[in-house]
């Protein structure tokens, strides 16, 4: 795997995910064109050698294949997704066409390879067991589900008619240093005194460092076994949430811990989901439910097809957050 002399593009640049990734193929000798809707956004990634911020949005076809051309690799990273995000009509524009736009500008560049962003989430949250690459999705009405899954589609289609080399990274809940969610906001409820948590928190939570992450998609995407291939990056075996939980509880010096008991909360927000949606449980209740699971995303296509398994145990990359925490004014 050497990048060296190679020419990425990398979408969602200025991200979490794609902000590590960038920096981390311009330190492997790679010319990287990082694509920044918004250059203020890019401001951690100035000065960097081998790296080139350019501007652009992944809905616009012509100017995805104006960046794609002279490429050898293509990271696709650029989503839409939170709160914010908007509904399914909006989320489509962007992680569907936009997939689309970047699927085939890649095509006309002719790169090596294209690697998809996907995420376990791809699979919905109604699975009772643990979950490989090859288990069919189950129904949601969650947009980003969604939208990634006819994001999967697109990619394939563009292999199917038009030969293009992907690879598909389907990722767990990423944190690490620059997390806004899986550290900053975890964080947060981790310091409380005390932490609140729905049940017992022994069901499995799935977090990935971010550096685990970037290193599985840089294998993607020289590994000739990735061609055609989708694979899950999650912790096996999966931790708890009380132990995701209280790697951060440690960091902030709390030991306390409220559990609020499953079963009524659980009653309560299923009667609710009748009155909201008689037809199908509404898909915040789906998420309630999956976090009280007890499954695992398996790594063992991974381990088998490309030799990688996720390096970094949970308390050295809940240890390797301090520092940021503490820049952020969060961790004294």
């Known amino acids: 795997m050497n990048f060296a002399g190679k020419t990425a593009l990398v979408t969602g640049a200025t991200g979490f995910l794609g902000g590590a990734l960038t920096l981390r193929l311009a330190d492997e000798g790679a010319h990287v064109r990082a694509l920044a809707r918004s250059p203020e956004k890019g401001a951690f990634l100035r000065g960097c050698t081998n790296l080139e911020i350019v501007t652009g949005d992944v809905t616009d076809a012509d100017r995805m294949r104006e960046l794609a051309n002279g490429c050898d690799y293509v990271f696709h990273v650029a989503a839409m997704l939170g709160a914010n995000a908007g509904g399914l009509k909006t989320m489509r524009v962007v992680n569907v066409q936009g997939t689309s736009n ?174 909201v949606s008689r037809s199908n449980d509404p898909m915040w209740l789906d998420f309630i439910r999956f976090t009280q699971r007890r499954i695992t995303y398996k790594m063992t296509k991974a381990r088998e097809l490309l030799g990688w398994q996720p390096q970094i145990d949970l308390e050295s990359g809940i240890n390797s957050c301090a520092a940021w925490l503490r820049q952020e004014g969060l961790l004294a």
């Open 102 to 275: 970047v699927a085939n500008a890649a095509v006309d560049a002719g790169v090596e390879r294209i690697v998809f962003v996907s995420s376990i989430a791809y699979y919905g949250y109604r699975h009772t067991q643990d979950v490989t690459e090859n288990m069919p999705w189950t129904p949601s009405r969650d947009p980003y589900v969604i939208t990634k899954r006819e994001g999967e589609c697109v990619v394939r289609e563009a292999e199917n008619e038009r030969g293009l080399s992907y690879s598909i990274i389907r990722p767990g809940m990423i944190y690490g240093p620059r997390s806004g969610m899986w550290t900053g906001n975890v964080y947060r409820l981790a310091r409380l005194r005390s932490t609140i948590w729905l049940g017992k928190g022994d069901g499995f939570a799935h977090p990935i460092h971010i550096d685990d992450v970037v290193q599985q998609m840089l294998i993607q995407a020289a590994h000739p076994a990735a061609h055609k291939q989708a694979f899950n990056s999650s912790p096996d075996p999966a931790p708890t949430w009380r132990e995701f939980l209280g790697s951060y509880q440690r960091l902030a010096g709390n030991q306390r811990w409220l559990s609020i008991p499953y079963a009524p909360v659980n009653a309560v927000a299923s009667a609710v989901g009748n009155l």
